[in-house]
């Protein structure tokens, strides 16, 4: 694919993936709408479809519930395929009339992404609207799932990190036994090449059986925190929390709305970070706090190297995180294709190639990592890693997930977050075009 091929050919995937009102992540695997999908694809969309980019977000937003949880899906009812369904959930009583909603959340990378729309648009109008209920989303997440007032949100299931089978769950998944678990049918194992490239079926017990505890309690946070076996801070969900707190201050003050609270998140996030995510600075490496085991969850993930992204850390610790991207953890220069960082790191035991977030490149976290380089003015480095992605996708497309070893794309085809980054890629994330 020549480089100007590639911008046309990402365009198509998103116009291909269009349903009307909101982008399917995949026009196969996923074809309902996705929480932090769309707060991705909606990004790619500013640079040139900035109503479509409006659509996306305002259709995520109106799936809002009265609690003000943001649900990971709202579901087409013209679709089907999916499992689990919308009817499997029982959230009638929560969410918005005549909307058919999951009910647990994704990264809150919304207020980011609508930051980056008001820069395109300059459309006060539309960031008015979505403004209280972007806010309202982050109160949730700080309020009902922060009853310690840590500053951080905790997370009750795999699917709400986005990053559903990644080894940083292994241990908090074994110490669960499913029990009385319903009937299920997976549809996902008929939309990849091999079953191996989706998570097992020990791991779909496991997250049938959480949801099950949730619809028990009727989703109500106050007794679903006290017996959730899955209690995690986790430390990306938590950085990207932060990065969105930042761009919701941005918002309040382009709208002369009171920002008291979102400064008084801000600051607690600041305070804690570090304590919260980092047990040893001189490492430079960051990881997600179980809350059930009381301890921190010790995995060479790239999950480790993502609070780049925050530009919450001081320089001197982050130069060490800088300089794990380079190690043979993670891709070390001569052993993959593109210098890109796979999920998990090649020589932990747990790495499987091509297994979802157990291994493959994913673009999504390569782009946070690159923004990271950037506001810590690691340019040559950023540089690096944004050549390697256009690389990646121009040789092999735009996949869900990549084989680090090869750059062989796996999962699904036409995937839209990859399409939708590469666009913002070759804009170079830029705010004015
Ligand atoms: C469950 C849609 C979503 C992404 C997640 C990714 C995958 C779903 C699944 O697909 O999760 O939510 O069925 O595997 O892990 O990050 O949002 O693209």
Request: glycine letters at 6%.
């Amino acid at each position: 694919m020549k480089i100007d091929d590639l911008l046309g050919n990402a365009k198509s995937v998103l116009e291909k993936n269009w349903r009307g009102k909101h982008t399917v992540p995949s026009p196969t695997l996923y074809p309902h709408q996705w929480s932090w999908d769309s707060a991705f694809i909606a990004m790619g969309y500013t640079h040139y479809a900035l109503e479509r980019g409006c659509s996306e977000l305002d259709n995520i937003l109106n799936g809002q519930w009265k609690n003000c949880l943001l649900p990971h899906i709202i579901f087409d009812p013209e679709a089907s395929g999916y499992f689990p369904d919308p009817n499997y959930w029982k959230t009638e009583s929560h969410s918005p009339k005549g909307m058919l909603t999951s009910g647990i959340v994704q990264p809150p990378v919304h207020a980011i992404a609508a930051l980056k729309y008001y820069h395109h648009s300059r459309g006060e109008k539309i960031i008015r609207r979505w403004f209280p209920r972007l806010k309202g989303f982050h109160r949730y997440l700080l309020e009902n799932r922060d009853p310690e007032r840590s500053g951080f949100a905790t997370i009750y299931h795999p699917w709400e990190s986005g990053f559903d089978n990644s080894p940083r769950w292994d241990e908090a998944l074994a110490r669960i036994e499913p029990r009385d678990l319903p009937e299920y049918k997976r549809s996902d194992l008929d939309h990849v090449k091999k079953a191996e490239e989706r998570p097992t079926k020990e791991d779909y017990d496991r997250y049938i059986y959480l949801v099950e505890i949730l619809k028990r309690f009727n989703y109500e946070d106050e007794e679903v925190y006290k017996e959730m076996p899955f209690k995690i801070k986790d430390v990306v969900f938590n950085t990207i929390l932060y990065v969105a707190n930042k761009a919701l201050l941005e918002l309040a003050k382009i709208l002369g709305e009171e920002n008291s609270e979102i400064l008084e998140w801000i600051g607690r996030q600041e305070d804690r970070f570090l304590k919260q995510f980092c047990p040893d600075p001189e490492e430079g490496l960051f990881y997600d706090y179980d809350l059930v085991l009381n301890h921190f969850i010790k995995r060479r993930t790239v999950a480790a190297l993502i609070p780049i992204y925050a530009g919450i850390v001081e320089k001197p610790i982050i130069e060490k995180t800088v300089q794990w991207l380079d190690h043979s953890h993670f891709c070390a220069k001569g052993t993959c294709k593109f210098p890109l960082i796979p999920s998990t790191s090649l020589d932990s035991p747990y790495f499987k190639h091509i297994t979802y977030w157990r291994g493959p490149i994913w673009i999504n976290t390569n782009w946070m990592l690159y923004q990271g380089l950037r506001t810590y003015h690691f340019n040559e480095h950023a540089e690096r890693l944004r050549k390697a992605m256009l690389d990646l996708v121009r040789e092999s497309g735009f996949h869900e997930y990549f084989d680090p070893h090869n750059g062989e794309g796996h999962g699904s085809d036409n995937f839209s977050w990859t399409a939708s980054l590469t666009i913002d890629l070759l804009y170079k994330c830029d705010l004015v075009d």
